[in-house]
């Protein structure tokens, strides 16, 4: 079945310095979600990409879809403690039957140090 | 306020006891998730329904039983079956299951976490 990697699984930095979190898929998707989980909280939608080598901003993040729709990533300039939580990534594949199935990576825990 | 509800946000149960497990939307949306989430282990999908009356077994359903009798609501029962059913559970919701580009984002309940000794 479709399976989604994600590293690593845990990042700790200072707070100012840059992260970044991977995201690997043994298939070739459709779309990739990302969604971000505060501690003690639920997953929250971060946004979707879909087209071959889409790269998409909000504010300090940048989101990456690889050329071949197989690997993403999501970057944060400047991390803040309003970064704390776990990241995930979630995609998108053609399952069969008309159908679509999305499978979630195990997440990153970003951890910031003040 | 439109959203997704689950209650109760903490539930603890005696092994061998079922549970029923609530979730409510006012989205308005087609489509209806059970995750169940472990340390380290990230979602894993146990049932889902892309409408009322019908639902489908996702990666790990056994031990579990749901129904959709209404849109806006989706339970989901952890049977004694479960054989390790301490978790945090989260519903979720989407306008429906795919779409032409592929899966729609889901938005997330504020979860459940069961404990069973």
């Known amino acids: 079945?479709?399976?989604?990697?994600?590293?690593?699984?845990?990042?700790?930095?200072?707070?100012?310095?840059?992260?970044?979190?991977?995201?690997?898929?043994?298939?070739?998707?459709?779309?990739?979600?990302?969604?971000?989980?505060r501690p003690g909280g639920h997953p929250v939608f971060l946004i979707q990409l879909v087209k071959s080598g889409e790269v998409k901003k909000q504010k300090r993040l940048t989101f990456q879809f690889g050329e071949a729709k197989k690997n993403s990533s999501l970057h944060i300039t400047a991390t803040q403690t309003t970064d704390v939580g776990t990241y995930f990534c979630a995609g998108s594949a053609y399952s069969g039957a008309g159908s679509y199935q999305l499978t979630f990576g195990k997440g990153t825990k970003l951890s910031v140090i003040p | 306020d439109g959203g997704i509800t689950q209650s109760p946000k903490y539930?603890?149960?005696?092994?061998?006891?079922?549970?029923?497990?609530?979730?409510?939307?006012?989205?308005?949306?087609?489509?209806?998730?059970w995750y169940r989430q472990d340390p380290g282990q990230g979602l894993r999908l146990i049932y889902y329904s892309q409408i009322v009356n019908d639902f489908q077994k996702g990666d790990i359903a056994e031990g579990y039983s749901v129904s959709r009798e209404k849109k806006e609501s989706f339970p989901l029962t952890v049977t004694s079956a479960q054989k390790n059913p301490t978790a945090f559970y989260l519903c979720a919701s989407s306008w429906g299951t795919?779409?032409?580009?592929?899966?729609?984002?889901?938005?997330?309940g504020p979860g459940t976490r069961l404990t069973v000794t």
């Open chain 2, 11 to 33: 539930l603890f149960r005696k092994e061998g006891q079922n549970v029923t497990l609530s979730c409510e939307q006012n989205l308005n949306h087609d489509a209806m998730y």
């Open chain 2, 98 to 108: 795919f779409g032409t580009s592929g899966t729609y984002e889901q938005y997330f």
């Open chain 1, 1 to 37: 079945g479709q399976q989604v990697m994600q590293i690593p699984q845990y990042q700790h930095v200072q707070e100012g310095e840059d992260f970044t979190t991977y995201c690997n898929s043994s298939t070739t998707l459709s779309n990739i979600q990302w969604y971000k989980q």
